[in-house]
């Protein structure tokens, strides 16, 4: 089955970048959230990064305008259109959360629609399990969405091949890079990434050396584009510790322990970017 209509499930930063990046490739998109406030803001951060691409001749004034025609905006997960070729979940870092969104999804959507997680690390095989196993796929995409070009493409325990196929055709379609990974925690990106974060704030809370510092070996000594504690502030420490803790109970292993200091500094809620502070101040 050839994918053309794709809803959308969350407007916040993976869902609004999966839009963007769906409807600029010619997909109609159906935009789903809970308040109209939400879906008003998440078009807005689309159009502002279109107007971005456009000054930084990526695209054309009117590929903008034409991606922001193909963006239909939905209040209410029951309002979810049932035509929809395939549903990308993109909603917060919580287990239940995510099956409620499948469990209304799976009764009004018709039969063969794909459902896919953009979850970065929790089970595909566990969220799937409520719906349609055989047609559920993780499709993990990284921030900022429409600049980075990696998918990682989950497969849970009952995942057939032709929904294999058909989300590699999309992502393929997308001009994205996807890797196949199976269902373990943290996939490949979060299990590798989260730990180097995790230790990174460990070497903190000993004053191994300062922030900047830490931040600055990352980056001059590994060429990484963001030290590891901007990388935090970017991502929201409550997602990586929610990663961190993932990692943790899913191999019950010490060496995925969270940092007490990034679990103190998400109960103070200071979880980066998003709340003006975290590691540095915005
Ligand atoms: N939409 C469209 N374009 C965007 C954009 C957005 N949201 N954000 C940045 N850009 C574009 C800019 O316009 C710019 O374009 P040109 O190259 O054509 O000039 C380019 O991206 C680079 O942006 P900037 O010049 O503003 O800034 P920068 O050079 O510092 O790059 C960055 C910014 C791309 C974010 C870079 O710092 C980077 O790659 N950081 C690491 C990001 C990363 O590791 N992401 C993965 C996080 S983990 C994750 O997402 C998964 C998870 O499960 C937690």
């Known amino acids: 089955m050839a994918i053309s209509k794709v809803s959308v499930i969350g407007s916040g930063t993976m869902g609004n970048g999966i839009a963007h990046v769906f409807a600029l490739k010619g997909f109609d998109v159906f935009l789903v959230d809970v308040e109209e406030g939400l879906l008003k803001k998440g078009i807005d951060t689309i159009s502002g990064n279109l107007e971005r691409q456009v000054s930084k001749q990526v695209i054309t004034k009117e590929e903008k305008d034409l991606t922001l025609s193909r963006i239909k905006p939905f209040v209410g997960v029951e309002n979810t259109p049932g035509d929809s070729d395939l549903a990308v979940e993109a909603v917060y870092e919580n287990k239940e959360a995510k099956l409620s969104v499948f469990n209304k999804l799976n009764s009004i959507l018709k039969p063969e629609c794909i459902f896919a997680s953009n979850t970065s690390s929790i089970s595909i095989t566990e969220l799937s399990a409520a719906s349609r196993p055989e047609k559920f796929i993780g499709m993990h995409f990284m921030n900022p969405v429409p600049v980075m070009k990696l998918v990682e493409i989950i497969r849970g325990y009952s995942t057939n091949s032709e929904t294999f196929e058909t989300i590699r055709d999309a992502a ?103 709340t003006g502070e975290g590691f540095f101040k915005y």
Do not use: Q
């Not at 502030?233 to 109970?249: P, Q, S, T």
């Open 172 to 274: 393929l379609r997308l001009e994205k890079v996807p890797v196949e990974v199976f269902d373990y925690p943290g996939f490949v990106s979060n299990r590798i990434l989260m730990p180097m974060i995790n230790e990174a704030v460990y070497a903190l809370m000993e004053g191994v050396a300062s922030k900047e510092d830490i931040d600055t070996v990352m980056k001059l000594g590994m060429n990484h584009p963001m030290g590891p504690l901007t990388l935090a502030d970017f991502i929201g420490l409550d997602v990586c510790l929610a990663i961190m803790e993932v990692l943790y109970n899913g191999f019950n292993d010490s060496k995925y322990r969270p940092c007490p200091l990034l679990k103190k500094m998400v109960a103070a809620k200071k979880l980066g970017r998003k």
